[in-house]
């Protein structure tokens, strides 16, 4: 939750309850340790209103005050609830690490597939992001691509060692829509039936980058941005019979 004149953390927390109400939050995954994906007061809210299961990050350290305050974050609520009955496990993740990038034992209702991260590709904070298929199991699920700030060159080995396996009806645009996340092998693979963009409102790096909107329109059936018509805006996916459905909801117009 970085600050912003356009929403409030109040505005932000607000919506999470709206989307989340009367569902068990199984867990809370940071695809990377950047503000604008790890927030120590993001981090924070989740853990102490949503109180998941557990929370899953990348396995490796960016020496930043940010990455500090997550952490320092996390351990406050391990401690917290670490002699009660429902403890937070933490869940910090590597391929080369691994036993099998099918992580098991996290939700009944969904299956977790790791393509991402592997030690011989971490030469970035942005390539040490987490790829994982998320899919839900019942009949209105379908498999989400997460894919943090993952870069072409890390995208290429991805293809190479996991084609088809990433097939995906629903993917994040990697790297907030930039350019520098696209790799067309790994697009074609995909597959996705609907791709959504993370990009903040008036963003110093003008994401998404209209070349990386029109290569995923040549591939995908709809695309969608959290900044469009330059105001901040949630995305709520579902399945609808064949297609997919995708509503633009904007945030509370208040705190309250």
Known sequence: MPATDHVTMGQIESSLRDY???????????????????????????????????????????????????????????????????????????????????????????????????IEDMGSSNNSSIVLKLSGLDATGFGYLITGDTETERWATIDRFFGKALRAEVMSAPHHGSTTGVHAGALLDVSPNTVLISAGVDSQYEHPDPAAVAAYQRVARHVFSTNANNEPTCLFTRRLGDDFETRLVSHPASDE
């Open 20 to 118: 989340v109400r009367n569902t068990h939050v199984r867990g809370l995954i940071l695809t990377g340790f950047d503000s604008d994906h790890a927030h120590a007061e993001g981090v924070d809210s989740i853990l102490t209103h949503q109180e998941p299961d557990w929370v899953m990050y990348p396995k490796y350290y960016k020496d930043t005050d940010c990455a500090s305050a997550v952490f320092a974050a996390i351990d406050r609520h391990v401690r917290r609830r670490e002699r009660g009955s429902h403890p937070l496990v933490r869940h910090s993740v590597r391929l080369d690490r691994l036993d099998s990038r099918h992580l098991t034992g996290l939700a009944n209702s969904f299956r977790f597939e790791l393509f991402s991260p592997h």
